[in-house]
């Protein structure tokens, strides 16, 4: 008995640090209590919250060119540095992709060829068949889409399909925008033009948790004009790994082209 009271004052305190936690669920789903200037101040520090991850997985792309499914490793530091290499069935080497501010490197293990040089917007064409920025590559594999810091585009703030909807003026497009208000992460994306026709769209979930950040395991980009998605499905993923290996090696006796 005389080991009552501290245990009880113990598991008092105890429970009042727990309560003076932040918790996700105190983001209220209600836009006359949570503005959405507050929403975008949330999104944003907590996607600046994962700086690097490593993980495996499956990629699958559908074109008119081609579609084919391939397993990938990923080493991933943001805002820029990616390191992506592929394996057919089998364990069949197929390939390797590594992009960086200065340098993207494309490397093809069936033809024995490189295609490397500066990651223009162009060049990422050239060895990936979609319409994707080197932005727009990372944030595909890092599932993370940042919202624009600028309040004045904001059009519309409301509620849909129990997320936050935010919808911004892009140049002559509009971007939406669907938050989580639980995990503070963009759970769906598009882009539509100037007559609303809808230009690319991506969805993230099933998100992986560590005490600081979360990021999702499935995520999928459609271009539904092109006729073009991509699938990035994640078995085994570590968020903010403090030393992501970016080393690779080519044959010697690769061809190489510079673009």
Known sequence: MRYGRPLFVALLISMLLSSCAPKRSEVLLDTKVTDAATVMTLVQEHQNKLQSMVGRGTVTFESPEISGTATFEVALRKPD??????????????????????????????????????PSAAAIRSIIPFDLTLDQVVEAFSGSFPIPSDSQALRTYSIDDDMFLLSFGCES?????????????????????????????AVASSFAEDEMSSAPRHIRIRFPVQGRQVFVNYSSITLNDPNPSFAYSIPSNARTTTR
């Open 173 to 201: 497009r509009t971007c939406r925008f669907w938050i989580d208000n639980r995990y503070l992460l963009v759970k769906k994306y598009e882009v539509r033009d100037e007559r609303d026709e809808l230009i690319m769209d």
């Open 81 to 118: 540095s990616l390191l992506v290499t592929f394996e057919g069935p089998f364990g069949i080497d197929l390939g390797t992709l590594f992009i960086s501010r200065e340098k993207y490197l494309m490397y093809n293990s069936l033809e024995n060829k490189v295609v490397t040089g500066v």
